[in-house]
């Protein structure tokens, strides 16, 4: 699943010449948003810096053709990896015959609509996931990855550049918003390596980074915060970047009034004045519970 986004290769002498890995032809389904990572450098330094057990279970999103597949299986114990392009799933299938690799399981399905639970673990461990997403399920692939995290240890996953920053970003940036806050809040993110475009075949037209994402070292350690006020709160906050928190924030949920909201700041010492983007993790997090305090008070009332 490392979703080296196959190994689509290009012309035979661009391989030979670029240390392109190698592959029989294969039509991308643009469709299906393939561009494949041919770049051996790179496909090295993932597997490196994945940093992977020999005990590891290992979920792979999207393996293509087996770019990162085939040197991942030859470090850790058990790759399960899906793909959703049945072609590609059969051609991989035949490539790790030839190659004598058993320890791979092949699913061809949707990663968006496959069940984690299908994954056969010890009670005690989770999974690594690894995969080369795209770009058109990133969104929806994290919001799952959240969903199942309580499975996960960690995720080594490559985004568009843009996207990886968002994830990365710290208060007061463009970059730094909703998306920043709801996945650290859940995994504490590292960025591990810059791609450019020319990594992959058909190249996109946007550079690529591969991120870490701990879900064993989440932010909030010990926090007692209520999560879904946490995700409303971040939400509202961020859905008119101009205007400042009180303004946003205004109605979110209906029953927050005004002299909620300015009660809840005053409490955590924000100024109304402010934005979204220059509150830090702490100053959402304490916003969240005390509204979610002031909300479970006036539903008990």
């Known amino acids: 699943m490392a979703h080296t986004r ?50 590891d279970l290992v979920l792979e999103i999207g393996p293509g053709q087996g770019s990162l597949t085939l040197p991942l299986a030859r470090t850790v114990c058990h790759v399960v990896a899906v793909e959703k392009d049945r072609n590609l799933t059969l051609s991989l299938e035949k490539k790790l015959h030839r190659s004598g690799i058993t320890n791979v399981t092949l699913v061809n399905a949707d ?31 994290l919001k799952k990855l959240i969903e199942n995290r309580h499975r996960v240890a960690r995720a080594v996953l490559m985004f568009q550049l843009e996207v990886g920053r968002r994830i990365t970003a710290c208060p007061g940036g463009k970059a730094y918003g909703a998306m920043s806050l709801l996945v650290q809040y859940h995994a504490r993110p590292t960025a591990l390596i810059d791609v ?18 701990d879900f064993e070292s989440p932010y909030p350690k010990g926090t007692t915060v209520h999560e879904a006020s946490f995700r409303q709160v971040v939400k509202g906050a961020f859905a008119h970047r101009r205007k400042t928190l009180i303004n946003s924030l205004s109605g979110v949920p209906p029953s927050f009034n005004r002299d909620v909201l300015l009660a809840a700041m005053k409490k955590c010492e924000i100024d109304p004045g402010r934005r979204a983007e220059t509150l830090d993790m702490e100053e959402f997090l304490c916003l969240a519970e005390a509204l979610s305090l002031t909300n479970r008070s006036g539903n008990d009332s």
Do not use: C
């Open 196 to 213: 450019t475009k020319e990594a992959f075949y058909p190249r996109p037209k946007v550079d690529s980074m591969v991120l870490d994402l």
């Open 6 to 55: 196959s190994i689509k290769a290009g012309p035979a002498h661009d391989r030979k010449r670029s240390g392109k890995a190698d592959g029989p032809g294969f039509r991308p389904n643009k469709r299906l948003g393939q561009h494949f990572l041919v770049d051996r450098k790179i496909i090295h330094k993932i597997i490196t810096r994945a940093r992977f057990q020999a005990s």
């Open 111 to 141: 990663i968006l609509k496959w069940d984690f639970r299908e994954i056969e673990s010890a009670p005690s461990s989770k999974i690594q996931v690894i995969g080369n997403l795209p770009y058109n399920i990133s969104s929806p692939f």
